[in-house]
């Protein structure tokens, strides 16, 4: 009987088994088929998640700055943003300096804004021999290696010659990238800010503050809009004085240098020396007028003072004659 009984027990609990494993199966391709149908669904019919909901997902600004193509001016870690300085000093004869100055200065005009500008120019002369002309042009590249090739040879055909040159830069690249997060920054902050001002009702002051904040970042934001374009501008347009120099004043040293400059300083001494005789004359000469005849005087009488005395005493000591 307990044979029968357990033997029982065992079909019973073999076949809840089945029944349970057929369920889940039937469960899990139940459950297949509905993520198969809903992948379907999405892949048709795609949905987009907002940034505000979906953790991680970069915000507007960042969408639309990767949708936007790359600006060739934007520092890349390969290639350092430099502001190149070029200085050039060129010897001329007197007659030409002025000739070649305008020239080149014409020739910064004729290329456009666009390529070169001319930023400032100055002369100065000093007697006929001695002249100076600086011109400072900001140009591209392309327009200054053009010039800076040429000039060596305009320089010769004025019976000139560049006596020096020198360049220099700037990396401005950390400066660049600087710029760029921190206006990438301020204008993600201005975005909010103006949300916030058109979504949300406050009071007045809350609406006040939230004016004045956006007011100050967007300041900001100018400022540094303007900053950028200044430095991308020193980086597309290098920058290039050159002075025209009259070669009088340039003239190498000779063998009779030091004999010239010694007599030049002889000659220079002696003059000083002259000069202040000069001076000390003219400032005593109204003295020497006014007090002049005023001490003649008085010597004047003192000498006939002087004469009387010794005329009296001659008298008093003559020896008197007896016979009378």
């Known amino acids: 009987m307990r ?22 199966q039937d469960f899990s391709s139940a459950v297949s088929e509905d993520s198969a149908e809903a992948a379907a669904e999405m892949a048709e019919y795609p949905t987009a998640v907002p940034s505000e909901i979906a953790p991680g997902a970069p915000d507007a600004d960042a969408q639309s700055e990767r949708s936007l ?19 050039y000093l060129v010897a ?11 020239s080149h200065e014409q020739a ?3 290329a456009g804004p666009q390529r070169c500008q001319l930023i400032g120019s100055s002369n100065e002369q000093a007697g006929e021999d001695s002249q100076t002309v600086r011109l400072e042009l900001r ?3 392309d327009w200054l290696t053009a010039f800076r090739n040429g000039l060596a040879a305009e320089a010769e055909a004025a019976d000139g010659e560049v ?21 990438r920054a301020k204008t993600a902050l201005r975005d909010r800010l103006q949300t916030m001002l058109a979504t949300r009702d406050g009071n007045l002051q809350t609406v006040l503050e939230v004016e004045r904040e956006l007011a100050r970042v967007q300041g900001e934001i100018d400022s540094a809009t303007s900053t950028l374009q200044a430095m991308r501008a020193r980086v597309a347009m290098s920058h290039l004085t050159i002075t025209y120099q009259s070669r009088s004043v340039l003239a190498p040293d000779s063998a009779t240098a030091p004999l010239e400059s010694a007599l030049t300083g002889a000659l220079g001494l002696f003059m000083m020396g002259l000069a202040a005789i000069v001076s000390v004359l003219a400032f005593s000469l109204p003295f020497l007028l ?17 004469a009387r005395r010794s005329a ?13």
């Open 163 to 183: 006596v020096r040159s020198s360049t220099q830069s700037e990396d401005l690249t950390r400066a660049l990238i600087d710029t760029e997060a921190h206006l």
């Open 108 to 110: 910064c005009v004729q």
């Open 69 to 87: 193509p790359a600006d060739d001016s934007a520092p890349t870690a390969s290639l350092p943003q430099l502001a190149y300085s070029y200085d």
């Open 92 to 102: 001329l004869p007197t007659r030409s300096v002025r000739r070649l100055a305008a």
């Open 312 to 324: 009296a005493q001659a008298v008093r000591q003559a020896p008197v004659d007896v016979g009378e």
């Open 3 to 24: 044979r029968s009984t357990s033997s029982g027990f065992v079909v019973l609990a073999g076949i809840a088994v089945a029944v349970s494993l057929t369920a889940c």
């Open 139 to 141: 140009a591209t590249p």
């Open 290 to 306: 006014v007090i002049g005849p005023i001490v003649w005087l008085i010597m004047r009488t003192l000498r006939r003072r002087k």
